[in-house]
């Protein structure tokens, strides 16, 4: 475990479904697990890199903050969600192409 | 005692702060709006009166006076520097005028309110009669010929809306154009006087006049009119004279002021008797000197004077109407005012104007209570008809008396005002006629004029006022005059002073009648011709507090019976003065006799003159044809064509060519900017703007479709071609 590599290959492996999530899945909840797994890879990527190269607690606090964000980005998402669900009955992304209702 | 300079100034914002103020409530308060109107015009009878006392029995002297002025308004360009003073100018003349003004206008402002009270515009009538009062103040106190012409104009603004106060009449609306459009060509003639004066003097003041003159600055100037050099002094002097015609109704510009009886009996009595046509006069007497200098203008104004005074007296003994036979009476007593101007009767005229306002602002008063009482049910009208009046006598005492009193006064009958200064012009006119025969003429019109107002006059009381009642319902409905306050007492203040005593303590103010004491010759002791060579270098005050007892002094003047003239010459005058007096006495009494002959005992029948003097009797009903003259010749022959031309000079020449060619000059112009504008701004800037956006819309609408992971996409394309550029 002294190599930074594997972390470095999960957090992109990670970042990469993630954003193919994002683009490829057409559900909105799906889509808000994308960005979670997104944010994950980089908090991550903080951890690795404050391991192996800074070798302080930045990139832990750091990570602590994504973690906060996340939670608070999830709810704000899902509460958009349901709200949208309301008003359109669907949570097909492609019916959020109009602002207007 | 001092004055301040609002003392005096208040004497003329008083009534002109009431204008102001009733103007604006008069609709809704006419009673307050009276109110205010009459504290107004008392309290500014008090600060004449005080002024008055200050300087008759203060000063005792006939030089003094009192001038302040201030600047109105500088301007100073192209090196020249402009300064416009206003200011005031007090001398006896001045003081006895404000004392008279206020004094007949309080009077009639509390007649009003008995004759005006059931009128439906009572407030109006006030308004505008403190307006007059407060111009007619202005004027007198003016020390300029500019403000001077202010007030006049004001004056004449104030006559034509009183002239029309009854402006649902047709008559008075014609009246006040008549009246207005009349004393606007003597106004226009005034004013280019007072501007030749100015280009000679440099100064629009009395007293830089009167210096100019002493300095004989208009001697030998002379104006080039068409090429031909007249002297200055007549042509300034005739411009100036054709104001006096204009306002005092001279020949031949009289034909207004009968029609101006059309307005409100108290106005005609202020405006239309006592003031305004009276400030003709008083313009006169103030640019006296300047008339003495050409040799020819006193004799003009003498013969206008004189041919007015018996003009408008012919015409009044036809007059059927109460107030046209006052209205004509009023022309010919300002024909003998002028006349005194004329012979140079300067005190005379003066003391003619101030017993002519009195006594004449009596018999309109007199009129109109008895107009307001004769009331036709019939035709709901107030009758003004002398042939339907008669034995008024019973029905109303004091007015009857208040009238005769002022009848012998302009009758001339002794011991009233009216023989004192009447009888001293036309004894002035004899002695000039003397000196220069042409004065006969002048002289002898005014002692005819004389015998006709004796006749007219009593003429007028004894149809109205004696006699069996013409109209037998109509006298049945007067009602006995009751006294009243407001009704009786100005009526008879002012009769009693229609006394000669007041004014002068001789009965020709000559050497007839040996006077008690010198006090008692107080007219003739302070009002003198203004000596122009007390002028020369004459210092204006300053405007600042008014100093009666100011550091100048001036000579105490004291009665002279010889008039300045040495032993012989001043007896040769009280001679002829003497022959004048008894001939006027004469010449009243056979009028009166005349009258009552005809009138009262009927053995001459009046009708005998008409059916034998026709033709003079139909021109005299016709007021010699002037009123005809002027609409039939000058105006329809004259005016109407000069109108008819410059109306074609207007539509055919200038309407035709210059504007409907401009029109068409305009319609191409437009025809062109129309094409350009459709084409190259509308169509190609405008629309073409809108067009090339749409289009580029049309291409970036793609980009924008709202879909999320085309975003996503392209956020990802964007950022990996960065990364790919810096790698």
């Known amino acids: 475990m002294n190599s930074m590599y594997p972390f470095l290959f999960l957090s992109f492996f990670m970042f990469v479904i993630g954003l193919g999530v994002m683009i490829a899945r057409k559900n909105i909840i799906a889509m808000l697990l994308g960005i979670e797994l997104i944010l994950n890879a980089s908090a991550l990527n903080f951890v690795t890199y404050t391991r192996f190269v800074n070798q302080n607690l930045d990139g832990h606090i750091m990570s602590l903050f994504i973690i906060i964000i996340a939670a608070a980005e999830a709810a704000v998402g899902l509460a958009i969600v349901i709200r949208f669900f309301q008003v359109r009955e669907s949570i097909h992304i492609d019916d959020a192409a109009q602002l207007q209702a | ?727």
């Not at chain 2, 409100?264 to 200098?293: D, Q």
Request: hydrophobic content about 50%; some cysteine.
């Open chain 2, 1 to 727: 005692m001092d004055y301040t300079i609002t003392t005096v100034a208040w004497i003329v914002l008083l009534p002109f702060f009431a204008f102001v103020i009733n103007a604006f409530i008069v609709k809704k308060v006419p009673n307050v709006a009276v109110g205010i109107s009459c504290a107004a015009i008392f309290g500014s009878f008090l600060l004449s009166g005080r002024i008055f006392f200050d300087f008759v029995f203060g000063k005792y002297s006939a030089d003094y006076h009192v001038h302040k002025v201030f600047n109105w308004f500088d301007l100073n360009g192209g090196g020249q520097e402009f300064v416009m003073k206003m200011g005031i100018y007090i001398d006896n003349m001045t003081a006895m005028m404000l004392f008279m003004v206020t004094g007949v206008a309080f009077l009639i402002h509390i007649f009003s309110t008995y004759y005006m009270k059931e009128d439906t515009r009572y407030g109006r009538f006030f308004v505008y009669m403190s307006l007059f009062t407060s111009a007619m103040l202005g004027l007198v106190l003016s020390d300029n010929l500019i403000s001077f012409f202010i007030f006049w104009e004001l004056m004449g603004f104030c006559s034509y809306s009183l002239i029309g106060f009854y402006y649902e009449k047709e008559d008075a609306g014609n009246a006040n154009i008549k009246a207005f459009m009349t004393t606007r060509i003597g106004d226009v003639f005034f004013l280019l006087g007072i501007l030749a004066i100015y280009f000679q003097v440099g100064s629009f003041t009395f007293v830089d006049i009167y210096a100019a003159i002493s300095s004989g600055m208009f001697t030998d100037a002379t104006v080039t009119i068409f090429g031909f050099g007249l002297p200055l002094a007549l042509i300034a002097s005739l411009a100036i004279f054709m104001g006096t015609i204009g306002k005092s109704a001279q020949f031949p510009l009289q034909v207004w002021l009968p029609d101006a009886m059309m307005g409100p009996t108290p106005c005609s009595a202020l405006i239309h008797a006592a003031t305004m046509v009276a400030a003709g006069v008083y313009l006169s007497l103030r640019m006296f000197p300047l008339y003495e200098i050409h040799p020819f203008m006193l004799p003009f104004i003498a013969t206008i004077g004189g041919i007015t005074a018996l003009g408008a007296a012919t015409i009044a003994l036809v007059q059927t109407d109460f107030k046209a036979v006052l209205a004509y009476s009023t022309i010919s007593q300002l024909g003998y005012m002028v006349l005194g101007v004329g012979v140079g009767a300067y005190n005379a005229a003066f003391m003619h104007l101030i017993t002519h306002a009195i006594f004449k602002a009596c018999l309109f008063l007199a009129a109109g209570s008895v107009i307001h009482s004769l009331h036709d049910h019939h035709t709901h009208q107030h009758v003004q008809e002398m042939p339907r009046m008669g034995g008024l006598k019973n029905k109303m005492k004091f007015t009857w008396f208040a009238m005769w009193c002022c009848t012998f006064a302009i009758a001339g009958v002794p011991f009233f005002s009216g023989f004192v200064s009447k009888d001293r012009i036309l004894g002035d006119a004899l002695v000039m006629a003397m000196h220069n025969p042409y004065y006969w003429f002048p002289a002898t019109l005014g002692f005819i004029g004389a015998l006709l107002t004796a006749f007219y006059m009593c003429r007028m009381m004894f149809l109205a006022f004696h006699g069996e009642p013409r109209d037998k319902d109509l006298y049945d409905h007067i009602h006995e005059e009751k006294f009243s306050w407001n009704r009786n007492l100005p009526l008879l203040i002012l009769a009693l002073f229609t006394l000669g005593v007041w004014f002068s303590g001789s009965l020709t103010g000559q050497k007839l009648v040996k006077v008690a004491s010198d006090k008692v010759e107080w007219f003739d002791t302070l009002i003198v011709k203004p000596k122009t060579e007390n002028f020369k270098n004459y210092q204006k005050q300053n405007w600042g507090p008014v100093d009666i007892k100011s550091t100048i002094s001036f000579p105490v003047s004291k009665y002279d019976s010889n008039h300045g003239l040495s032993e012989e010459e001043a007896h040769h005058v009280h001679s002829v003065h003497s022959i004048g007096a008894i001939a006027s006495i004469i010449i009243a009494f056979s009028g009166i006799f005349i009258a009552f002959m005809m009138y009262i005992r009927k053995s001459w029948n009046p009708g005998w003159w008409v059916n034998t003097f026709s033709t003079w009797y139909r021109a005299l009903q016709n007021k010699y044809y002037f009123d005809d003259m002027y609409i039939k010749g000058i105006i329809q022959k004259g005016l109407i064509p000069v109108n008819n031309f410059l109306a074609w000079v207007d539509m055919g020449i200038y309407d035709k060519y210059a504007i409907d060619g401009w029109e068409k000059v305009n319609r191409c112009a437009f025809t062109v900017s129309k094409w350009f504008d459709n084409i190259f701004v509308d169509t190609i800037a405008v629309d073409g703007t809108g067009a090339s956006v749409r289009a580029f819309n049309v291409i970036l609408r793609t980009f924008q479709s709202g879909k999320i992971q085309f975003y996503i996409i392209m956020i990802i394309l964007v950022l990996s071609s960065y990364i790919w550029s810096l790698a």
